[in-house]
């Protein structure tokens, strides 16, 4: 693998990320606590707010995607990051002005995540025309990094901000952020793509789709994926009350555990690339949804060994283990999907997202009819299920990172 310097216009990427994703982490944490401390909302009223936040992801990941592969890349990240921008500071306007109330609030949260959706389909699909093909897991890991310390240290930030400063500072900083990043896009040298006639949506999102579900690499990595976010989204459903009742978890001690999560992000995204220069591409491929299985094993042992630190095992596992997938999974989408087709396929990669509420649900059933201990036992079969799926396929047969393909390469619909 190379170890060429990722060049000048990539890092202008990086650190627009950065800037973005920081934006995105501070606001999503100052929103329900300015709703509740500032607007006086109840519980109910707040979890409104938090599908406002949410909606996006389903709604407009497929539409961006298309767009990403119709016009500029770079130039519909920086309207995106802008109009995030613009919705973050009519927010501290309308609090200046006392005029912020939950539905406004609501509605200009969720002008903010469609920004963010539009980034994080966009970036995927521009990072493979700045960078060469041997430097992809080096850049993807950049990217996971920018995106791992953002989510780690950003809701604290936004908590910290709205305590101490109040609520305009807190989303004045992160529009703040997101202005940046629309400076360090409008800069960013985007190389010229072949133009592609344009047919009808329809039949462009199925095109997408097609190659998704027909590629032999891409489709179980997809299910993998699918199956991994149900896995994880149960166990986070029960977690909280489980740790207060059955390991005696305080507050603090909840928060620590759930914090083993975020440094697990950070570590994994460090050594990525050198795990990725150690073992077969594949192998890499191989070890998130294992580690995955690992975790939550460890996790439903703490029904016979009640101990937090094997809960904080897991959530460092689980925060490790799916970088590394992340990287290893982006790197070869990149490499095997014709660039003509990197939003739309970036697209359906977020849309298996879908399976978290599927999780939650789970959780919310089968620990209201059960117990927290069955949804855990439930979480680790599923995980074993998507280490199987992965385990099954021929990705993880791949010696080394596949050859990038063109835009002449076949597209079965």
Same mark, same amino acid.
């Given at each position: 693998?190379?170890?060429?310097?990722?060049?000048?216009?990539? +890092? @202008? *990427?990086?650190?627009? +990320?950065?800037?973005?994703?920081?934006?995105?982490?501070?606001?999503?944490?100052?929103?329900?606590?300015?709703?509740?401390?500032?607007?006086?909302?109840?519980?109910?009223?707040?979890?409104?707010?938090?599908?406002?936040?949410? %909606?996006?992801?389903?709604?407009?990941?497929? =539409?961006?995607?298309?767009?990403?592969?119709?016009?500029?890349? @770079?130039?519909?990240?920086?309207?995106?990051?802008?109009? @995030?921008?613009?919705?973050?500071?009519?927010?501290?306007?309308?609090?200046?002005?006392?005029? %912020?109330?939950?539905?406004?609030?609501? #509605?200009?949260?969720?002008?903010?995540?469609?920004?963010?959706?539009?980034?994080?389909?966009?970036?995927?699909?521009?990072?493979?025309? $700045?960078?060469?093909?041997? #430097?992809?897991?080096?850049? +993807?890991?950049?990217?996971?990094?920018?995106?791992?310390?953002?989510?780690?240290?950003?809701?604290?930030?936004?908590?910290? %901000?709205?305590?101490?400063?109040?609520?305009?500072?807190?989303?004045?900083?992160?529009?703040? $952020?997101?202005?940046?990043?629309?400076?360090? $896009?409008?800069?960013?040298?985007?190389?010229?793509?072949?133009?592609?006639?344009?047919?009808? =949506?329809?039949?462009?999102?199925?095109?997408?789709?097609?190659?998704?579900?027909?590629?032999?690499?891409?489709?179980?990595?997809?299910?993998?994926?699918?199956? /991994?976010?149900?896995?994880? /989204?149960?166990?986070?459903?029960?977690?909280?009350?489980?740790?207060?009742?059955?390991?005696?978890?305080?507050?603090?001690?909840?928060?620590?555990?759930?914090?083993?999560?975020?440094?697990?992000?950070?570590?994994?995204?460090?050594?990525?690339? @050198?795990?990725?220069?150690?073992?077969?591409?594949?192998?890499?491929?191989?070890?998130?949804?294992?580690?995955?299985?690992?975790?939550?094993?460890?996790?439903? %042992?703490?029904?016979?060994?009640?101990?937090?630190? *094997?809960?904080?095992?897991?959530?460092?596992?689980?925060?490790?283990?799916?970088?590394?997938?992340?990287?290893?999974?982006?790197?070869? &989408?990149?490499?095997?999907?014709?660039?003509?087709? *990197?939003?739309?396929?970036?697209?359906?990669?977020?849309?298996?997202?879908?399976?978290?509420?599927?999780?939650?649900?789970?959780?919310?059933?089968?620990?209201?009819?059960?117990?927290?201990?069955?949804?855990?036992? *439930?979480?680790?079969?599923?995980?074993?299920?998507?280490?199987?799926?992965?385990?099954?396929? =021929?990705?993880?047969?791949?010696? &080394?990172?596949?050859?990038?393909?063109?835009?002449?390469?076949?597209?079965?619909?």
């Amino acid at each position: 693998m190379s170890t060429t310097p990722l060049p000048d216009t990539f +890092n @202008r *990427l990086a650190w627009s +990320n950065l800037a973005a994703q920081s934006a995105e982490q501070i606001a999503l944490a100052a929103a329900p606590i300015v709703a509740v401390l500032t607007l006086g909302v109840a519980e109910g009223e707040t979890g409104l707010l938090q599908t406002a936040l949410t %909606l996006p992801f389903v709604l407009f990941a497929i =539409p961006a995607g298309l767009l990403a592969d119709r016009i500029s890349r @770079r130039a519909l990240m920086a309207g995106a990051e802008a109009l @995030r921008a613009a919705a973050l500071a009519a927010i501290v306007l309308l609090i200046a002005l006392g005029a %912020l109330n939950l539905p406004l609030l609501a #509605a200009l949260g969720f002008a903010a995540v469609c920004g963010t959706v539009v980034y994080s389909v966009t970036a995927p699909a521009l990072v493979p025309s $700045l960078v060469q093909a041997d #430097a992809l897991p080096a850049a +993807n890991a950049r990217i996971e990094l920018a995106r791992t310390i953002a989510f780690a240290s950003g809701p604290a930030l936004g908590g910290t %901000l709205v305590g101490w400063f109040g609520a305009s500072p807190a989303f004045g900083f992160a529009a703040a $952020l997101s202005a940046i990043a629309v400076v360090l $896009l409008a800069g960013l040298y985007e190389p010229a793509r072949t133009p592609v006639p344009r047919r009808n =949506p329809l039949q462009e999102i199925r095109e997408g789709a097609a190659f998704v579900f027909h590629h032999p690499l891409l489709r179980p990595v997809f299910v993998t994926q699918f199956i /991994f976010n149900t896995g994880w /989204f149960l166990q986070l459903a029960v977690f909280v009350p489980y740790a207060v009742r059955h390991l005696g978890l305080s507050a603090a001690g909840v928060g620590v555990v759930l914090a083993m999560y975020g440094v697990g992000m950070v570590i994994g995204a460090l050594v990525a690339t @050198r795990v990725m220069r150690r073992f077969a591409f594949g192998t890499v491929v191989g070890l998130g949804p294992v580690t995955g299985f690992v975790a939550a094993l460890v996790m439903a %042992l703490t029904v016979l060994a009640p101990a937090a630190w *094997l809960a904080g095992l897991s959530f460092f596992l689980l925060g490790v283990g799916p970088i590394l997938w992340v990287i290893s999974t982006t790197t070869l &989408r990149q490499s095997v999907t014709p660039p003509r087709l *990197l939003g739309r396929v970036s697209a359906i990669n977020i849309m298996s997202y879908g399976a978290r509420p599927l999780g939650s649900a789970l959780g919310a059933i089968v620990g209201g009819f059960y117990s927290a201990e069955a949804c855990l036992y *439930l979480a680790a079969t599923i995980f074993a299920v998507q280490a199987l799926v992965i385990w099954l396929s =021929p990705a993880v047969a791949l010696d &080394r990172q596949p050859e990038m393909v063109g835009d002449s390469a076949a597209v079965r619909c």
